[in-house]
């Protein structure tokens, strides 16, 4: 069993980006496990508070799910052309301490994929992503999934109705999973 790890970047409960990550949870490959994190509860990065507290609850179930996962898929919004500032704090926090680093993201396969109501997916916001986890030492799946215009995709109540962006996805997810396959972490 293949067992991947997933986060939406959006608070919201029904963002473009949260859809499609329940999307993707429907789509994985037989012999796939893909299990929906949140990064709701994570407070705000302060140093201070690490020394004085230690590393927060939410902070350690995050790490512990990214350390017993097989690959890491990101579904991230774009905010300003860039990463959203909830999402960058959820892994700076998850980079803490320092010599944890290796044990989460050292050689943990990493997949991309995001989806807006603009005319270019994230691609911004994905490109951002690339020198993080290449700092943090993750392996990054060559290619990325960008979703344009996601708010065709979907109908009102988050079914994925365009059958396009549903083949996208369903090979995107079987590259993702052959990739976390074929390396260890």
């Known amino acids: 069993m293949t067992k991947l790890f997933s986060l939406s970047g959006s608070l919201r409960r029904n963002s473009l980006n949260s859809t499609l990550l329940r999307a993707a949870s429907e789509l994985v490959p037989d012999g796939t496990d893909l299990t929906i994190g949140t990064i709701r509860g994570v407070p705000l990065y302060d140093g201070d508070v690490e020394v004085a507290e230690g590393i927060p609850q939410s902070v350690t179930a995050l790490k512990q799910a990214v350390i017993g996962c097989d690959g890491l898929l990101i579904v991230t ?3 300003n052309n860039s990463i959203p500032g909830v999402f960058k704090n959820a892994i700076d926090w998850m980079s803490r301490p320092p010599s944890d680093i290796k044990l989460v993201f050292g050689g943990r396969r990493v997949a991309l994929m ?3 109501a603009g005319n270019y997916g994230t691609v911004l916001s994905q490109s951002a992503w690339l020198p993080v986890f290449r700092t943090l030492g993750a392996e ?3 290619g990325r999934l960008l979703v344009p215009r996601a708010q065709d995709a979907f109908d009102d109540g988050g079914t994925l109705i365009d059958e396009k962006l549903r083949g996208q ?3 995107f ?3 993702f999973v052959a990739f976390a396959r074929s390396g260890t972490t």
């Open 77 to 79: 919004p774009e905010y």
């Open 114 to 116: 995001g989806a807006s």
């Open 140 to 142: 990054l799946l060559p």
């Open 169 to 171: 996805l369903k090979t």
């Open 173 to 175: 997810l079987e590259r």
